[in-house]
């Protein structure tokens, strides 16, 4: 599907960023709904389509670690080894923001989450604008996260300005994000990179202090939420006998179970790769919702790898 405002020139996004509007760009984790860090008019927009709480800050992506110093009042040792290992990459570092960061930007707080994303039309983009772009997922407030410009589309429609084609996200899981403050580093939100492999990078263990991470903005309790009833169970079977009058459709991990073939099954993972799943679950997680479902029963993944990361998210999906 191709519509007027759906391509694959950068020149126009970028002039379109320029005059203040919003383009939805492709990462490598999620699609964003970008505007120039610089525009009030565009963050203003950026809050509007999606319905987001301003309470809820918006991070910022850059193309380069100098551009990303020059948001910030310092980038302590710990955040540049982090910097060096993962950036282009989907890790979003929280620092001590300066002035050149606007607090309608970042909720009043006094750090801004930064990261270069690894998709290379992105990447031209920021470089042939010079502008800092800040953008959260490219969904309605609550909603699934978009991995195609056909599922912005869909969701957003004509309510931005242009959408930036770059093919299917590979991720397909958003950011890990950390928040970094002098050689401390704190996990916010588990995401496409694991605690481990931050952890090696660092050479000693983050910070996972619970009370202090639910107090962050944007740390909500339901998001990534299909409209269709999302059950989340280890027990896949009991579910599905206690729902004998359901439309059901299952969202299992790697399994296929013995079920009638009129019930609907997608495996994220035939293999049992958690990146493979964690690339497939927002995209399975939008075809079910498009089906006519009275319940997406989602299977926990195993806790290796990306599985807690996923889990997570269908926690969240499955608040109503
Ligand atoms: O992979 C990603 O991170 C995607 C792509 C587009 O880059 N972006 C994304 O943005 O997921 P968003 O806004 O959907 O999620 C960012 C989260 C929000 O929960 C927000 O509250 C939190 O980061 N956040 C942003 N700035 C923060 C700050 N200064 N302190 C604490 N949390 C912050
Ligand atoms: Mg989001």
Request: a positive charge; aromatic letters at 6%; charged letters at 20%.
């Given at each position: 599907m191709s519509t007027s405002h759906t391509g694959r020139s950068v020149k126009k996004a970028a002039a379109i960023l320029q005059a203040g509007g919003v383009v939805a760009i492709p990462t490598e984790t999620v699609y964003g709904l970008a505007?120039?860090?610089?525009?009030?008019?565009?963050?203003?927009?950026?809050?509007?389509?999606?319905k987001r709480p301003r309470s809820n800050p918006l991070i910022v992506h850059v193309a380069s670690v100098d551009m990303a110093k020059q948001l910030v009042t310092s980038f302590p040792m710990a955040a540049m080894k982090?910097?060096?290992?993962?950036?282009?990459?989907?890790?979003?570092?929280?620092?001590?923001?300066?002035?050149?960061?606007?607090?309608?930007?970042?909720?009043?707080?006094?750090?801004?989450?930064?990261?270069?994303?690894?998709?290379?039309?992105?990447?031209?983009?920021?470089?042939?604008?010079?502008?800092?772009?800040?953008?959260?997922?490219?969904?309605?407030?609550?909603?699934?996260?978009?991995?195609?410009?056909?599922?912005?589309?869909?969701?957003?429609?004509?309510?931005?300005?242009?959408?930036?084609?770059?093919?299917?996200?590979r991720k397909g899981i958003e950011s890990t994000i950390v928040e970094v403050r002098g050689n401390a580093v704190r996990l916010l939100r588990s995401g496409a990179i694991t605690d481990l492999q931050i952890e090696k990078a660092l050479g000693h263990p983050l910070q996972r202090n619970k009370s202090v991470k639910t107090a962050y903005p944007g740390m909500f309790k339901k998001h990534y939420s299909p409209h269709t009833p999302l059950i989340l169970t280890s027990d896949v079977i009991s579910i599905v006998n206690k729902c004998k009058n359901k439309k059901i459709a299952i969202l299992s991990?790697?399994?296929?179970?013995?079920?009638?073939?009129?019930?609907?099954?997608?495996?994220?993972?035939?293999?049992?790769?958690?990146?493979?799943?964690?690339?497939?679950?927002?995209?399975?997680?939008?075809?079910?919702?498009?089906?006519?479902?009275?319940?997406?029963?989602a299977e926990k993944a195993p806790v290796y790898g990306l599985g807690k990361a996923i889990n997570e998210r269908l926690q969240k999906a499955a608040v109503k």
């Amino acid at each position: 599907m191709s519509t007027s405002h759906t391509g694959r020139s950068v020149k126009k996004a970028a002039a379109i960023l320029q005059a203040g509007g919003v383009v939805a760009i492709p990462t490598e984790t999620v699609y964003g709904l970008a505007g120039n860090i610089y525009s009030k008019k565009a963050i203003s927009k950026i809050y509007s389509t999606k319905k987001r709480p301003r309470s809820n800050p918006l991070i910022v992506h850059v193309a380069s670690v100098d551009m990303a110093k020059q948001l910030v009042t310092s980038f302590p040792m710990a955040a540049m080894k982090l910097a060096r290992k993962f950036w282009p990459g989907p890790l979003t570092i929280i620092l001590p923001k300066n002035k050149n960061v606007g607090d309608w930007l970042t909720a009043d707080e006094n750090t801004v989450g930064i990261r270069i994303p690894n998709h290379p039309l992105t990447l031209r983009l920021i470089e042939v604008t010079g502008l800092p772009l800040a953008a959260p997922s490219a969904n309605p407030f609550t909603y699934i996260s978009p991995v195609t410009a056909q599922q912005v589309e869909k969701m957003l429609g004509s309510k931005v300005d242009y959408i930036l084609d770059g093919g299917r996200s590979r991720k397909g899981i958003e950011s890990t994000i950390v928040e970094v403050r002098g050689n401390a580093v704190r996990l916010l939100r588990s995401g496409a990179i694991t605690d481990l492999q931050i952890e090696k990078a660092l050479g000693h263990p983050l910070q996972r202090n619970k009370s202090v991470k639910t107090a962050y903005p944007g740390m909500f309790k339901k998001h990534y939420s299909p409209h269709t009833p999302l059950i989340l169970t280890s027990d896949v079977i009991s579910i599905v006998n206690k729902c004998k009058n359901k439309k059901i459709a299952i969202l299992s991990f790697q399994k296929k179970y013995a079920l009638p073939i009129t019930i609907m099954q997608i495996q994220l993972s035939k293999k049992g790769d958690t990146e493979e799943a964690a690339s497939n679950l927002y995209d399975s997680l939008h075809r079910l919702d498009q089906g006519d479902y009275d319940l997406i029963v989602a299977e926990k993944a195993p806790v290796y790898g990306l599985g807690k990361a996923i889990n997570e998210r269908l926690q969240k999906a499955a608040v109503k």
